[in-house]
């Protein structure tokens, strides 16, 4: 018998992408490798057969994305500081570990209660309970002074606009001059949601809608790049499959919720002289 889980309704939405990594990892061309991932599948007591359809490998995609927003940051800044906001049951840390990165991944207590089963603290990586629309982790994440990169994968667009904007706003005036990454769903992304078969086996729902990233700039932000599926990194894209890496280019232009979905690079602003 596996590992009995409780999660709150958006919290429960981190199996899909585990998940999808886990199915990745079982193929012979994966994008991701993440065993790990497929080790707490079947660790976990939970019926994930009921995820189906194409979300689950667009999870791989867009772990991938992220992992070379945080590669390139690494390669700037070797020492630096990495947060992942709302991690779930990422394996991110162990697929990016360059040896000398400081690594927080921070989510609410349910979930980090569930992760702290399968994972350990070490003396680069700490595990924190806590919000990302919260304040009460600033100063631990800030401590060494270094190069900060935040990230925040498939979280945000779980909550309402005005929140999501005021939690912007306070990490971009409290991490100045950081790297920050985060994916946004346009209008068609958010009207299908009753259509993706994943959506179907569970209740929650993504309720924030941006068509357009560069309109978060006054927020403190500035967009450095913004990728969809038919865009990835070309380091990225090589790591995909054939039929991935040629019919996302098609599908963006057929499917409008594809296109809208994107997965964008900011940079926080200055500190003010």
Not at 60 to 67: E, K, T, V
């Amino acid at each position: 018998m596996g590992e009995s889980i409780t999660l709150g309704e958006v919290q429960e939405t981190l199996l899909i992408p585990l998940y999808g990594r886990a199915l990745d990892a079982r193929k012979r061309r994966s994008m991701l490798s993440d065993t790990k991932a497929a080790e707490l599948v079947e660790a976990i007591d939970y019926d994930f057969a009921k995820f189906r359809g194409p979300s689950l490998s667009g999870s791989a995609m867009r772990a991938s994305i992220f992992d070379g927003y945080v590669r390139s940051f690494l390669a700037d800044h070797p020492d630096g500081t990495v947060v992942d906001l709302g991690c779930g049951l990422s394996t991110r840390f162990q697929r990016v570990d360059n040896g000398r990165v400081r690594w927080f991944d921070l989510d609410v207590p349910d979930t980090m209660e569930l992760r702290k089963r399968f994972f350990d603290d070490g003396e680069r990586y700490t595990m924190i309970t806590g919000s990302i629309h919260e304040t009460d982790w600033f100063d631990r994440v800030r401590e060494r002074g270094a190069p900060v990169f935040l990230l925040s994968e498939a979280v945000l667009l779980y909550f309402p606009a005005e929140q999501v904007h005021a939690t912007l706003a306070r990490l971009a005036s409290s991490f100045p001059s950081a790297g920050l990454a985060f994916d946004t769903g346009g209008r068609s992304m958010m009207n299908s949601q009753d259509r993706n078969p994943v959506f179907k086996a569970l209740p929650a729902r993504m309720q924030w809608t941006c068509d357009e990233p560069r309109s978060l700039e006054p927020l403190g932000l500035t967009l450095l790049e913004s990728r969809t599926f038919g865009s990835p990194q070309a380091d990225v894209a090589r790591s995909w499959p054939v039929r991935f890496r040629f019919g996302m280019k098609a599908v963006r232009y057929l499917v409008p919720p594809v296109a809208g979905y994107r997965i964008n690079l900011f940079e926080t602003a200055a500190p003010a002289s």
